[in-house]
C-alpha cells in the first residue's frame, strides 16, 4: 500500500479585479502562471481574490507562500504619495487589488516564514508597501516593453540583460552563472521605480540602470520581486528555475513548520 501522492505547499496568487460590460466584477489570474509554480517551484496554487484588509492575516495563516504577479493594470499614484490627478489618461488601474496587496504585505511581515514572490506590478506593489516610489520609464537605448510583431514575434522573448549585485539572494541562486553582469530577461512595464528605500536591496538592475529586482530581510526572510515574469520560456532561464526552485524549498520548510489551521 502506498501513501499516495506527497502533499504540495499551498500558495496564495493574487488576482486582478476586472469588470464586466455590465457593471459586475470577477477574478482573473493568468493560467499560464500556475503551471510553472507547479513544475519548478513544486507548489499548488489557490487564488487570492480582493479581500477585506482585517482579513489578510487570517487568509496568510492558511498558506504556506504569495505570490504577487504581474499584471496589464498599473498601481495607481496615490498608493505612493500621489493624487487622483496623476493618474495616466488610457491606464488600467485596479485600486481592489492595490488594496489587497497592500493589506496581505502587512500581514507577510507579521509572518516572516512566510515566502513572497513578486513579479513586473508585484515587484513594484512590494517596493511601495515598503515606502518606495514609482516613475515612467524613460526613452532609453534598452527596451523595457517589448511587442509582439513590432519588436518580434514573441513578446516573451528576452528584451534585454540584467546585471545581479553581489550579496543577495540572486547572487546565491545564480551560482556559477557563465556571466552575472549579463544575465537576459523579458521585459513587459512602463513604470520604473523611482525612490527606494533604505530596507530594500537592490538584487539587479538593467544596463540603463532601471532596478531590475529587489528583496527585503535576506537571508532570514524570502521575500524576492523580479521585474520580468519568470513564468514565461522558464525551461530557457537558469535563474528563473532557482528562483522557483528556492521559492518553493522556502514554502515547504513554511508548511512543515506552521500549525495546523
Not at 504556506?64 to 499614484?77: C, E, N, Q, R
Not at 533604505?198 to 523580479?226: C, K, M, N, W, Y
Amino acid at each position: 500500500m502506498t501513501g499516495g501522492p506527497p502533499h504540495l505547499p499551498l500558495v496564495g496568487v493574487l488576482a486582478c479585479q476586472k469588470e464586466r460590460a455590465n457593471g459586475t466584477t470577477y477574478s482573473r489570474v493568468n493560467d499560464h502562471l500556475t503551471e510553472p509554480l507547479l513544475d519548478h517551484a513544486g507548489v499548488a496554487a489557490v487564488l487570492i481574490h480582493t479581500v477585506r484588509p482585517e482579513h489578510a492575516r487570517s487568509v496568510l495563516a492558511r498558506l504556506d507562500g504569495l505570490v504577487l504577479p504581474g499584471s496589464g493594470s498599473f498601481v495607481h499614484p496615490a498608493r505612493y504619495g500621489g493624487r487622483e490627478a496623476d493618474a495616466v489618461s488610457g491606464r488600467e488601474y485596479d485600486p481592489a487589488r492595490d488594496e489587497t496587496a497592500a493589506a496581505l504585505l502587512r500581514a507577510a511581515d507579521e509572518m516572516p516564514g512566510l515566502p513572497v514572490l513578486a513579479s513586473c506590478r508585484g515587484m513594484q506593489e512590494l517596493a511601495v508597501h515598503h515606502g518606495g516610489t514609482l516613475a515612467q520609464v524613460p526613452p532609453s537605448e534598452v527596451k523595457h516593453r517589448l511587442r509582439a510583431g513590432v519588436d518580434g514575434p514573441d513578446r516573451w522573448a528576452p528584451a534585454h540583460t540584467v546585471a545581479v549585485r553581489p550579496g543577495g539572494l540572486l547572487a546565491e541562486l545564480a551560482g556559477p552563472a557563465p556571466d552575472p553582469a549579463a544575465v537576459p530577461v523579458n521585459s513587459q512595464h512602463s513604470d520604473r521605480l523611482d525612490k527606494i528605500p533604505g530596507e530594500v536591496f537592490v538584487e539587479a538592475v538593467a544596463p540603463d540602470g532601471t532596478v531590475e529586482a529587489i528583496s527585503v530581510g535576506a537571508p532570514d526572510r524570502f521575500v524576492l520581486g523580479v521585474q520580468w515574469h519568470f513564468e514565461h520560456h522558464t525551461d530557457r532561464s537558469v535563474l528563473d528555475r532557482a528562483v522557483l526552485a528556492a521559492f518553493g524549498s522556502r514554502c515547504r520548510s513554511r508548511m512543515t513548520s506552521r500549525k495546523p489551521q
